[in-house]
């Protein structure tokens, strides 16, 4: 009876400016997805849930409804067809879910990725991780109703990653800059992605994008280059963010109390609430993060959250 | 009596995806100032055309009106204003055109330029290139009714300039990977600016957008690594050129042309008639150019055209 043991961290998706393209994986907290290995098929479904814990009862238990089995179940298809490897024994899934669903965080990416690192694992690393990443985002859709690749990919590859393309799939990794961290808070309500997507318009004045693209590309450039100053000038987003910011109880005062301490600049993780921060220092992303705790316990909105400080993480989803 | 005669080069702005925030600029062509300083203030003026060559008879002779005097009054006024120099004496200015008009090769970006670079010398040097380029930019609007920098940048500073911000304007250099070479041919017809920015939606599908900044983010990015295959890529427009490519006869010919010969990507130079190509080796930057003076010559379009081969600049405007 072989059993391995997932792990996928926190992702923050959009990254102010790089909204549908661009997101990072930071190093804690994350999901743990642990697969057992069973010679005989149960049923007739080739993935079972044990358990799921740390969701609050919130999760399918059926496997093709439940992001973490259900890119499990596409990806034993996808050995099936394209690697030869007809799997006919059984998969017992647990899914130890640290992370807040409908945060920002990328809660589904993460145990989407966890699976599959452990599935591919389990069964002789048939797949390299960029495969993998097709199922992520394939899963992303099911928690979601949207495809998008900006959580599901740093999942499994780490570092911030690009998006040029979603067809073809184009995928560019980025490795972070050595002194940036990021500061991630989360406040204790629920923003639910489809919802978040749901308030943003079909189209937008070129002029808007113009700006937008041209944060982008100045942040691809802060990046590449460990400019630090130019990373907090293009953290800005003229198109999401101005319509989600409403969203979440206390934006601007939480974003002000993050710059006001030091961060390099502020922005809503993914489709939020949770927002995140960077910072050229530990010492100043835990500044922030105390600070953004602080703007959202104050009485107009009395929100208690969550806090990580955490590097930008190089290595993606592992096996534990 | 001193002389001092300044050089700018042709540049080519947007670079597909980056409209309006992406431009470079090539080594040759380019256009040529002459200052001459004289001790004595001629009329109410303090700048005169002496003449213009290479425009047929195009060009306005009114110091008000034409740009490369029009920038350097812009500059005397500023250095009076911020610098304390209160200039008493009267600029003779002679300006040389090898660029054409209306080519998409900023023509009027680079008589700002050298014009700019020469009155600053003349005057020993009270401006930074940096201050200069705002000079430049307001030439822009002068020619053609836009403010946009993406030739006005790159013909002061050179390389690849990345505008992050209009207001404030935040300009980005980003120097070019070693062996990269761009092919411009100039079809001899011509497109105003003004006309090709007219044909280009107010608002665009936020599908779009994501589309386009993907894109810019992963040129910037291709341009940072020297991956040619990514610059390649990238050199996607889904913006401009779907709008534009119909007022250039044979676009999707010429552009064909320029990959077939190994070319990594091709789009419209500026607003257009002009292509420009991007190759890895000298030697493919003069085969996709030859194809693509061959395309324009085809029956169904017939255009005479020019052809230049060069690397990317990254002195930007200077002294002869």
Chains 1, 2 share one sequence.
Not at 34 to 57: F, H, N, Q, W, Y
Request: proline content about 6%.
């Amino acid at each position: 009876m072989k059993t391995v043991k997932g792990f996928a961290s926190a992702t923050v998706g959009n990254v102010a400016c790089g909204f549908d393209v661009l997101g990072f994986a930071i190093t804690e907290p994350g999901d743990e997805v642990t697969l057992t290995l069973l010679d005989e098929r149960k049923k007739d479904c080739p993935v079972s849930i044990a358990s799921i814990t740390g969701d609050g009862g919130a999760l399918p238990l059926d496997p093709k409804k439940n992001t973490s089995s259900f890119v499990v179940l596409k990806f034993l298809e996808y050995i099936r067809t394209h690697k030869g490897v007809d799997f006919s024994g059984h998969i017992s899934l647990e899914l130890k879910k640290n992370l807040p669903l409908s945060s920002g965080m990328g809660s589904s990416a993460a145990s989407a990725a966890a699976a599959l690192v452990a599935a591919n694992e389990l069964l002789g690393q048939p797949c390299t991780k960029m495969e993998l990443v097709h199922f992520a985002i394939e899963g992303e859709r099911v928690a979601c109703g949207s495809a998008h690749a900006d959580n599901a990919a740093p999942a499994i590859l780490g570092n911030f990653v690009l998006i040029r393309s979603y067809t073809p799939l184009d995928l560019i990794t980025i490795p972070p800059p050595k002194d940036l961290f990021c500061t991630l808070v989360h406040p204790h309500t629920e923003l639910r992605t489809s919802f978040a997507r749901s308030v943003l318009p079909r189209a937008i004045p070129l002029k808007t994008a113009i700006q937008q693209w041209g944060n982008v590309g100045a942040l691809i450039t802060g990046l590449l280059t460990s400019d630090y100053e130019l990373i907090g000038r293009s953290l800005v987003d003229v198109v999401a963010e101005p319509k989600r910011a409403p969203l979440i109880p206390g934006f601007f005062d939480v974003k002000q109390a993050a710059l006001d301490a030091g961060a390099l600049g502020c922005s809503i993780a993914g489709s939020g609430p949770s927002l995140f921060a960077f910072s050229s220092s530990e010492k100043t992303a835990r500044e922030a993060g105390n600070a953004m705790q602080q703007a959202f316990l104050s009485p107009k909105t009395n929100l208690d959250s969550d806090m990580w400080v955490s590097r930008i993480c190089s290595e993606g989803a592992k096996i534990l």
